[in-house]
């Protein structure tokens, strides 16, 4: 029983609501990215969860108890919350030994971790010299170092390079894949959409969404289907006499709004109207949240968030 559960949950600091009553569980076997704007109460969720902060009502739990009551709690639980967590005056090395004496891990580990994120060869280098991304593969070493079956990472591409992010998705969808619980909270919607199977949207405290990536984005984006053709007036009578609307987006393209591919070539082929291109628009997670959060960011500018889309085919990013 590895999940993490989270059961009304409220966190005040003085009259702040920053948490309104947070339930939610995050299950083993998946990668679940946290989202929400800023504000929302991911780190204060976060914090509370490990143990750094107290809950003003509700519990949070890892493995059915809360982190603190855990002995040795790294082996239960890898955390990367501040990549400045590591004292300047350590080396890597010295900084992860210290860490396994205290939760009892073998020292065998420390070498291990330091290969697995890459800072094998700067494992004797002091803390201090070390850039923004090395630094995080050493909080992402330290989350690793106790092999936990739960992993909570906020926001781990921090100053990774882009072959950081590619080597850190694929960590993250190897751990999820060895049943681990992995929850990763983030503002990249790409990165999230590469990596999560399950979305989890904070809102001024509140949960706005706990859905599989699929449903989230079949949910929170229109069907929308993209045709090119030569004949743009006979494709649109055409669509019309099946009550749909084509809007031209230029050079022989259309967007059909509320229905799919196959539908819309139905009624083309009907009418004799040729296809030159036909594909179901795939949504983009950036979309889908925008469209959620509109109006529960706190610091939202006050233009309305985009309802225009971001057009990806083929990919959810
Ligand atoms: N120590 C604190 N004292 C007072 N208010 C706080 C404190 N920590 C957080 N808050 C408030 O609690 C709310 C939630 O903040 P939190 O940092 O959890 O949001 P977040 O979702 O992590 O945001 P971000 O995406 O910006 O990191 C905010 O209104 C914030 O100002």
Do not use: C
């Not at 889309?309 to 083929?314: A, D, I, V």
């Amino acid at each position: 029983m590895t999940s993490i559960d989270i059961r009304d949950l409220v966190k005040e600091y003085g009259t702040t609501r920053a948490l309104a009553g947070l339930t939610m569980t995050v299950r083993p076997g998946r990668v679940t990215g946290f989202l929400g704007p800023n504000g929302a109460g991911k780190s204060t969720t976060l914090r509370i969860l490990l143990g750094l902060d107290r809950a003003t009502s509700g519990t949070a739990t890892v493995g059915g108890r809360p982190y603190a009551l855990w002995d040795r709690p790294l082996r239960h639980v890898g955390a990367l919350l501040d990549a400045a967590a590591a004292h300047p005056a350590r080396t890597a090395r010295g900084h992860l030994l210290a860490l396994a004496h205290s939760n009892r891990i073998p020292r065998g580990r420390v070498t291990t971790v330091l290969e697995e994120t890459g800072l094998a060869a700067v494992a004797r280098r002091r803390v201090r010299t070390f850039s923004l991304g090395m630094r995080q593969r050493l909080g992402i070493a330290a989350a690793l170092l106790g092999d936990p079956p739960v992993l909570i990472l906020d926001e781990p591409t921090n100053g990774l390079d882009p072959e950081g992010i590619v080597w850190l998705r694929d960590l993250a969808r190897r751990l999820a894949g060895e049943g681990r619980t992995v929850l990763i909270s983030s503002h990249l919607m790409g990165e999230v959409a590469a990596t999560a199977d399950q979305v989890v949207v904070l809102g001024r405290g509140r949960l706005l969404a706990d859905s599989p990536m699929d449903a989230f984005l079949a949910e929170h984006t229109p069907a929308r289907v993209r045709v090119r053709t030569t004949e743009g007036e006979r494709l649109r009578t055409a669509l019309a006499d099946g009550g749909l609307l084509a809007v031209p987006d230029g050079d022989g393209r259309w967007t059909v709004e509320g229905t799919e591919a196959a539908h819309v070539g139905a009624l083309a082929a009907r009418s004799g109207v040729p296809i030159l291109e036909l594909a179901d628009e795939r949504a983009s997670l950036e979309d889908a949240y925008l469209r959620l959060t509109a109006g529960d960011a706190e610091f939202a500018a006050t233009a309305t968030p985009t309802t225009t889309l971001t057009t990806t085919r083929g990919a959810r990013a």
